[in-house]
């Protein structure tokens, strides 16, 4: 009985330590960001995913899931996980969007405009801070490319400079510090 016990509490101490340096993404619902973009202004980062998407999982897991990723998310952007499929609706800059069924799934319509009519998972959709949308990218990203991309639009780069000059110039370390 006392070994059982031991062995529970040993794992639960071992998972609590292997996670206390980990940073994880804050995301948001739409709710939530609007009611914080009202206090803070902030660009928002959106992940469109769908339940059935393989490409979203391996996102998740290799590419949110990296700790300088996560914070530097945290610290630029409101992110908001949104599934394409889900049914409630949502209100946003005055505009009621609702899920469309289609078939024997459906779509929501507010991912329809975030992607300009282009529905395609996973998709990253960068937005300014009164919630206008920048730029959809629609696929799988790997950490390497994604952390480009979101620092070419949190310091507002993509205002001034075309990406491949961006990409071409960039350097990780002017952006992330290291672990």
Request: aromatic share 16%; charged share 25%; net charge positive.
């Amino acid at each position: 009985m006392f070994r059982h016990l031991f062995i529970l509490v040993f794992f639960s101490i071992l998972t609590t330590v292997d996670l206390m340096g980990q940073n994880i993404i804050r995301w948001n619902t739409w709710e939530e960001t609007i009611d914080k973009a009202q206090k803070n202004k902030k660009m928002i980062i959106v992940d469109v995913y769908t339940d059935w998407c393989g490409w979203c999982k391996r996102m998740e897991k290799m590419t949110f899931s990296e700790n300088h990723i996560a914070k530097y998310i945290n610290d630029h952007f409101y992110a908001v996980k949104f599934n394409a499929e889900m049914k409630d609706p949502i209100v946003l800059k005055g505009k009621e969007y609702r899920y469309v069924k289609n078939g024997k799934r459906g779509y929501h319509e507010l991912a329809l405009a975030l992607l300009q009519g282009r529905l395609s998972y996973p998709s990253i959709v960068f937005m300014d801070e009164n919630f206008n949308v920048i730029q959809a990218i629609p696929g799988f990203q790997s950490s390497e490319d994604f952390e480009k991309m979101i620092a070419y639009f949190a310091t507002n780069s993509h205002k001034t400079t075309p990406w491949n000059r961006f990409e071409s110039a960039y350097n990780r370390a002017t952006y992330f510090t290291q672990e």
